[in-house]
């Protein structure tokens, strides 16, 4: 059983332009996906800083210790103030949070920045030196949560670098009074 002759169907002009429109509709998608690569890195990058802050700030209540996040523009690394040698050192490889709170190195495009951070009482001391040889005067962590539950107020800037300007920046501030706040810049600087 054929068509009749003469009624041999085709795809009708509405038909042949829903399925154009469907096409361009996903290639678009695409393009904004792949696009934004660097957004998604950069923002996933700031959500996972936030979320170590918060976890060493309820490890320092749990575990009764002094917790640090040393920040470098680059990467960043958690320590833990050890009384036995009053020096602040990376959380031993035997502890179940070692994995955790290994250091953490930040993919090309995206920058950390320091903007404002309290003073470590007796930070020019030696008891506060890290870890490392005596003339060593690596700085102390930026960001302190003391065992009592206290924060030592710190506010970090996450920036995402494209071909060398700073197109985006996120605001994470930490205190024990506000606890953390994260600001988002939509706009390009």
């Not at 170590?52 to 749990?62: H, M, T």
């Not at 930040?106 to 040889?133: I, K, M, W, Y």
Request: proline share 5%; hydrophobic share 45%; net charge negative.
């Amino acid at each position: 059983m054929g068509a009749p002759p003469g009624r041999c169907r085709g795809f009708t002009l509405i038909e042949l332009l829903v399925v154009i429109v469907i096409i361009a509709t996903l290639a678009g998608m695409a393009v904004i996906s792949l696009g934004s690569a660097g957004h998604r890195i950069w923002t996933g990058e700031t959500q996972r800083l936030a979320n170590v802050l918060r976890l060493v700030a309820d490890r320092a209540v749990i575990d009764k210790a002094h917790y640090g996040v040393r920040v470098e523009r680059d990467k960043y690394a958690v320590v833990r103030f050890e009384p036995g040698t009053m020096r602040w050192e990376s959380p031993a490889a035997g502890q179940s949070s070692a994995s955790r709170f290994a250091e953490h190195v930040l993919p090309g495009n995206v920058r950390l920045e320091v903007l404002e951070q309290a003073e470590l009482p007796g930070a020019e001391d030696s008891v506060f030196t890290p870890a490392g040889d005596e003339g060593d005067k690596a700085q102390p962590p930026q960001f302190v949560a003391l065992s009592s539950g206290e924060v030592l107020p710190v506010a970090l800037a996450v920036i995402l670098v494209e071909n060398g300007d700073y197109v985006r920046t996120a605001k994470i501030s930490y205190s024990s009074l506000n606890g953390l706040e994260l600001q988002w810049q939509a706009d390009d600087i």
